[in-house]
């Protein structure tokens, strides 16, 4: 029986596993966590909190405009507006590992790259789609 998932793995063009992890570790806060020594500078793995859960990003095609994403739960409304505004402030930054796009926090969400359900507290989700242009 399935209970889980130990980790999703995203692709990302070659070249760009800096911007990767300036994203998930940086403007996302994911715990980066070492990789295997032979697979040092291909691959970067991030825990998801203490859930045991991990994103993989490794070397692969890419689709600026696909709808393949993770969809991230979070505690709370109050988590979920902070971490939208982070990332904003992160695509208004600009630089190699900004979004191509980012909600404005507190408008309706539109963006084609970052939009948001929410609920009740259980139910505080961030679909994101998040690429950057790899020139």
Known sequence: MITGIAHINLTI????????????GGTLQLQSIPVPELQRGTLAWFNIGTSGQQVHISFGTTDPMGTRHPCFKLGSREDLERLKTRIYEHY?????????????????DSGMYLFSSSGT???????????????
Request: charged content about 25%; glycine content about 4%.
């Open 121 to 135: 507290a259980e139910e505080n989700v961030l679909l994101l789609i998040y690429t950057w242009n790899d020139k």
């Open 13 to 24: 063009p070659a070249e760009t596993l800096a911007q990767a992890e300036e994203f998930y």
């Open 92 to 108: 208004l930054r600009k630089g190699p590992a900004a979004p191509m796009a980012a909600d404005v926090p507190g408008e309706m």
